[in-house]
């Protein structure tokens, strides 16, 4: 394995590094601007029979028979133009804010000592009130997009990731950068923010650096990491990158001919080496849902996703190698149904 040899020989390069990105879609409902702002009257509405009940005070009305009606009648239209939609998205808005008011929800929990919300309900509330903010703003600027726009209220910290992808241009969930060596997939960055992940290719050289001891020889990526920095910090290290040169091609003559003829094949063959990592991706949505991330939290999601990253090894396998920053230290690779986690050798 390169982790045993990495150390042991006398070359300062060794392996290849291959790296790329991908989104791991989260199981949320396809978020619209209706009916975000529908879902976020619901439950305000049952805040403020929850907390009327307690409070012992008369029910307020909060006429959601009547938003309820005006919400589908706009929903279940196949074709709904602009100025039908803006419209029922002011209707909505406006029974949101009327909600919200001191009339209604502000006014019962201000008869309170105590704030009576549990910790969920809170988190609810206070989501509400970001999701009404950016709405509002949106609709009074005539605009579709506002920064860390929230697209689901049970799960706050989701973003819209746009791909431009045929048949799915915009994906919500988190983006991770992942770095494939000798078969085993590593998520070196993950964030539910959109990033470019071009920016982390030097993390991810260094990353390698410190895994196995020594630089890796080649870099395999698409063309989004072969930007300028990039190619001037890896030919700074002596690490080849496998794409295409920058700049217009070079004018072939007898002189050049081989060595262009070379090149290309070269480029063609590091296209094919990289192939694997699409398959990871692919085997991982495919296989173990990397898709469709049923869990509700952040973290948990982050754990579901770290954890579904499939290996090459057959399942119930193990294997020892000394860890490259401490000699006397051993590691062992684990690896049950394609899931590989390194853990103590002791």
Not at 40 to 67: C, F, M, P, V, W
Not at 247 to 258: C, D, I, M, S, Y
């Amino acid at each position: 394995m390169l982790g045993d040899s990495a150390t042991d020989s006398g070359r300062s390069h060794k392996g290849k590094l291959i790296i790329d990105a991908t989104v791991a879609a989260q199981a949320v409902r396809y978020p619209t601007d209706l009916g975000l702002l529908n879902e976020s009257r619901e439950i305000i509405e049952k805040l403020i029979d929850e907390l009327a009940k307690k409070s012992g005070a008369k029910k307020t009305r909060t006429y959601r028979e009547q938003a309820r009606k005006l919400y589908l009648s706009l929903a279940k239209n196949k074709k709904l133009g602009k100025r039908l939609l803006r419209q029922g998205i002011r209707q909505q808005l406006q029974y949101v804010r009327r909600n919200l008011s001191l009339l209604y929800l502000e006014h019962l929990l201000n008869m309170f000592d105590v704030f009576p919300l549990s910790p969920r309900k809170q988190k609810l509330y206070w989501v509400i009130q970001h999701v009404y903010s950016q709405q509002l703003a949106m609709h009074k600027n005539r605009e579709n997009r506002c920064d860390d726009r929230i697209v689901s209220i049970h799960q706050p910290h989701v973003r819209p990731i746009v791909r431009g992808k045929a048949g799915c241009k915009v994906e919500f969930g988190a983006k991770i950068s992942v770095s494939l060596v000798d078969g085993i997939a590593l998520v070196d960055h993950l964030g539910w923010d959109a990033f470019n992940e071009g920016h982390d290719l030097q993390s991810h050289v260094e990353r390698y650096k410190t895994r196995y001891g020594s630089y890796p020889e080649t870099v395999l990526a698409d063309g989004v990491y072969g930007t300028r920095e990039n190619r001037k910090y890896l030919k700074a290290n002596g690490i080849r990158y496998g794409g295409k040169a920058l700049g217009r091609p070079v004018k072939q003559t007898e002189l050049n001919a081989e060595q262009i003829k070379l090149a290309k094949a070269q480029r063609k063959q590091d296209a094919r080496e990289r192939i694997p990592i699409e398959g990871k991706f692919g085997q991982g949505k495919n296989g173990y849902r990397l898709n469709y991330i049923r869990a509700k939290t952040a973290k948990t999601s982050e754990t579901w996703i770290e954890s579904h990253l499939p290996g090459d090894e057959p399942a119930g396998s193990a294997q020892e190698f000394v860890c490259p920053e401490n000699g006397c230290h051993k590691i062992r690779l684990l690896t049950i149904f394609g899931r590989s986690i390194f853990v103590d050798a002791a």
